[in-house]
């Protein structure tokens, strides 16, 4: 049983540079299990935010009664982290959003592959890591948002569509520094090639209406202002819009199959490759892809859950069938590197 | 003219320090030990050098730098001088003359500090953008064929940070100012000078450590920031910095790209000690604030209160308007909890931090070697380092450390000991950060001690410790409080390095921000903000009444 300890600050006020530790482990030897052992708490790293993923936490330990210990930050950073701290880590499961991070986590080896029957069941394989390192958990669409006002949707095909120079001065993006759009232009590399893809970035810069977004929620209102017509967006954001305005004058469209369909991307988890209770998380991982968690997973950020079996929220649902690329949602990751230098040369920043 | 007052150092005896020798040492082992822990992020930055990062660098080169250099150059220029605009004059007028409301502008002014750069911004940008209230009002009165004038990417970054950063130098210089004598003044009248003659040709030299070192702090802090320039997606050096990292997944060409900021700022400062040169600026009798007549003082308290609206009460108003519509969604007994952390760990990395910056500064003042002097400037670049990058420089050693330590020492043992998550970490990454903030306004206070004071007291035989406590704290008191609310504040604020090495159930509010700012609920992320700037409201007032 290895588990954490508190390094406590002693030592002058002025300058405190030695950390006694505290003694090691306050847990019950192993050997001594008169009474039954509480449960190994699973600690989780997580790039999700923490009022998405504490519900959940919550309804796990709820239900089986094991502790959940988490940590947040930005997924680069937790990668990193992940790596310097080798064996020495605490954490059990990885948890982020973008295939990219997650195809980049596996590369780097601080993940290690999972024999689960529940999860091959559960995670369709286009959502999975082939070598089994991670799944996905929910599935966010990033697709095409409309003025409804100004834009007859017969007009609209596919994200290489809005290269066309009839978007010219009504095109809207957010910040290539985004993931989402990193991904997005990586899997149109995987797609069409380097070199179409970028004509179809160069295509999107000249359409351009205004300078690129922050985030998604302002492209959407920029719209709703009249700012521009038309713009890429992951549908959730949408979805929170709508919430609050059902009468919103922007709509979705999906791109068909026959233009390679919808770009999804994932938020998804693995098992640290150094985990101390891999169990424990895979225990964590499997109990999150079925019906309860992932109706909450999909649910409550308006996410499509990662579990086919499962339907995502009414709301969402009303936005209708879409076809999602065919493509393993890996290929964001091993083409991301090669995306941002495409964009950085098409000069969309 | 301006050397009246300031005598140069060749003019005076050379040999004011009787003493050496064996304390000398002792100052020598502590700034390297500080130096060492402080510059640790920097270190490995250095060892990034040996990686072979392909040809990202020839990429970046051409696609990247061009434009983030010039725009990062264009940040520090326009940041510097509203910054030093802003805080010199402010500070001028709350220290030097009287005028209704001065004291409560002497800790109002600086309530903008409290704020993240980013939720300033943030609510600027929602009064000011396309779909603002100012915008649409604009549109529906005269339609889309009349441009609203924007400020663009550059003007909004250059706006929110120097609002957020102008209290650095406004606190900083208030002290030159306060205590820099009135000697400089009686000079200045008896040459004839009007008042405004005499600030400029006078007071305004006099206080120059203090006012660079409060507008170094501005452009280190300026050249670190990411959430600001993100929000306004103007491509600053940091932003290529997270692009090399996040984007082209490459740390090691961040690392090195990092080294390019320190080498910049690293010059800078050593090109304004040169110009400097070896001046003293030590104090004489106090100044008292003087009377002004009505319509000036008047128009001095106009010009602070509108400063400390845009600056403050409009966004302020605006978050505490979000805060209080999302707080029956947001709120929670939890908050106890945070805003605990929160003040805990500012109190801890304060008086942790300006110790050592305290050392630092002395130890170099009594051991002045070159190698001493280089070795407390290296200290202190941290603060130019983007966050997240110190965060993992700082990381990735003690992570090594905990390596060898379990891999050793614990060998045997069945147990693993997570040295990394320690509180001591994530304070010590703290000051790696931080040194700078705190040894400033440290390092310009003691030059306001005359070396004659310490050779009396050696006279006496008081040295070492004892000069310090008996001798330099009560003078530098003043300074001591600056540097520690500096501290407070930024610790309270800071994101990227209490991220990585917060031990479990250490979440402060600026984690809290955070973690709605990444969802993009922004509204919802009024609440923490604003709990930052009330917790931050307890030392600013407590520490500028103990001033006064």
Redo the contacts between chains.
């Keep these: 049983m ?1 588990k ?6 002693t030592g002058s ?5 030695i ?1 006694t ?1 505290s003694a ?2 306050g847990e019950t030897p192993p050997g001594s299990a008169a009474v039954p052992a509480a449960p190994v708490p699973v600690v989780v790293y997580s790039a999700r ?4 993923i504490k519900p959940i936490f919550d309804a796990y330990t709820a239900e089986t009664g094991v502790e959940i ?1 988490y ?7 937790l990668i ?2 992940l790596l ?7 954490a059990d499961l990885l948890l982020t959003v973008d295939a990219g991070n997650l195809w ?1 986590a596996a590369e780097q080896g601080v993940l290690r592959p999972v024999r689960s029957d529940t999860l091959e069941k559960n995670i369709p394989a286009n959502l999975q890591d082939p070598e089994n390192q991670w799944f996905a958990m929910s599935v966010r669409a990033r697709t095409i948002v409309y003025d409804t006002r100004t834009v007859d949707p017969t007009e609209l095909s596919g994200y290489a569509g809005l290269a066309d120079p009839k978007w010219k001065g009504k095109l809207c993006l957010r ?1 290539s ?1 985004k ?1 989402y759009n ?1 991904s997005l232009v990586a899997t149109l590399i995987a797609e069409l090639g380097e070199q179409r893809t970028e004509e179809i970035v160069r295509g999107w810069v000249a359409n351009l209406a ?9 492209l959407i ?2 719209i ?4 521009c017509q038309v713009g890429i967006v992951n549908t959730y ?1 949408f979805g ?1 819009l709508q919430k609050e305005n059902p009468a919103i004058p922007v709509k979705l469209f999906w791109p068909a199959a026959a233009t390679g369909g919808v770009h999804v991307n994932i938020s998804g988890a693995g098992v640290t490759r150094h985990a ?1 209770n891999a169990d424990g998380a895979i225990a964590l991982l499997e109990w999150m892809s079925e019906p309860t968690a992932q109706r909450m997973l999909g649910g409550d ?1 308006m996410e499509y859950p990662a579990n086919p079996a499962v339907a995502a929220d009414p709301m969402v649902v009303a936005w209708g069938e879409y076809s999602p690329s065919p493509l393993n949602v890996a290929a964001a990751g091993e083409f ?2 090669d995306a ?2 495409l964009m ?2 098409a000069g969309y ?1 | 003219m301006s050397d009246i007052a300031i005598i140069p150092a060749r003019a005076l005896p050379r040999k004011h320090l009787p003493r050496r020798g064996e304390d000398h040492r002792g100052f020598g082992l502590i700034i390297w ?2 130096a060492l ?1 402080a510059s640790a992020p920097l270190l490995v930055a250095l060892l990034s050098l040996f990686t072979d990062t392909g040809d990202i660098w020839a ?1 970046l080169f051409e ?2 730098l061009p434009q983030a250099l010039f725009n990062t150059l264009l940040l520090v220029a326009g940041v510097a001088t509203i910054t030093a605009v802003l805080g010199v004059s402010l500070a001028w007028f709350v220290a030097t003359c009287e005028f209704p409301g001065r004291s409560f502008f002497g800790w109002a002014l600086l309530l903008p500090m409290a704020m993240p750069g980013y939720v300033l911004g943030f609510a600027l940008a929602a009064i000011f ?3 603002g209230p100012l915008q ?1 009002g604009w549109r529906e009165m005269f339609g ?1 064929a009349l441009a609203f004038p924007g400020l ?2 550059a003007g909004a970054s250059i706006l929110t940070l120097s609002l957020v950063l102008y209290p650095y130098v406004f606190l900083i210089t208030r002290q030159a100012f306060a205590t820099q004598g009135v000697r400089g003044v009686e000079v200045a009248q008896s040459c004839g000078y009007s008042p405004m003659q005499g600030f400029r040709k006078v007071s305004l030299p006099l206080a120059r450590p203090w006012i660079v070192a409060g507008v170094s702090l501005a452009i280190m802090e300026c050249l670190a920031d990411f959430g600001t320039v ?4 103007f ?1 600053t050096f940091t ?1 290529a910095i ?2 090399s ?7 090691q060409s961040a690392l090195q790209l990092s080294l390019v900021l320190v080498v910049l700022v690293m010059s800078a400062l050593l090109l304004e000690k040169r110009f400097r040169g070896a001046s003293r600026y030590t104090s004489n009798a106090m100044l008292n604030p003087h009377r002004l007549q009505p319509r000036r003082a008047g128009l001095i308290s106009f010009y602070c209160s509108a400063v400390l609206f845009i600056a403050f009460v409009l966004p302020a108003g605006l978050i505490l308007y979000w805060s209080v519509r999302t707080f029956s969604l947001e709120f929670d007994a939890h908050y106890w909890q945070l805003a605990a952390n929160t003040l805990m760990l500012a109190g ?1 990395a304060a ?2 931090i300006c ?2 910056a305290l ?1 630092l500064a002395f130890a170099v003042r009594n051991a002045p070697s070159r190698i001493n002097r280089l070795l407390s400037r290296i200290a202190t670049l941290g603060y130019a380092i983007p966050g ?1 990058v110190l ?2 420089g700082f ?2 050693p003690v ?2 450390l ?2 060898w330590v ?1 891999a050793t020492l614990l060998a045997d ?13 994530i ?2 990454a703290y000051m790696a950060r931080y040194l700078a903030v705190a040894h400033g306004p440290l390092d310009s206070a003691l030059l306001r001690i005359s070396p004659n004071i310490e050779d009396a007291a050696h006279g006496m035989g008081v040295s070492g410790a004892r000069l310090l406590a008996n001798v330099h704290l009560p003078i530098l008191r003043p300074a001591i409080v600056t540097a520690a609310l500096l501290v407070f504040v930024d610790v309270m604020k800071e994101l ?1 390095i209490t ?2 090495t ?3 159930g250490w ?1 402060t509010l600026a ?2 921000v ?3 700012t ?4 922004w509204h919802r992320a009024a609440l923490p903000a604003i709990a930052i700037v009330v917790a931050g409201l307890v030392p600013v007032l407590v520490l500028s009444r103990r001033n006064n």
Aim: overall charge neutral; glycine content about 6%; charged content about 20%.
């Design positions: 290895r954490i300890r508190s390094a406590r600050i006020s002025l300058l405190v540079v950390s530790l090691c482990g935010a923490e009022q998405l210990q940590t947040t930050d930005s997924e680069q950073p990193q982290k310097a701290e080798g064996q020495t880590t605490q980049y910040t520094a993931v990193q205004t300078d690129v977004f922050p985030n998604d929620t302002k209102e920029a709703e202002a009249g700012q954001y929170r101390d950020n991301q590197a941002v230098r950085d040369r920043r | 030990l500080i822990l990429h696609f990247v953008e396309y779909t649409t889309t663009g990417g993100q929000l306004f997606n491509t932003t997270y692009r990292w996040y984007g082209l997944f490459s740390l801890m008086l942790l110790s050592a050392l997240t965060a993992i990381f990735v992570a090594a905990s390596r379990n043992s069945d147990k693993v000991l997570a040295l990394q998550s320690g509180l001591s970490v304070l010590l990227p991220l990585m917060r031990p479990f979440d984690v809290r955070f973690q709605l990444t969802e993009g609920e």
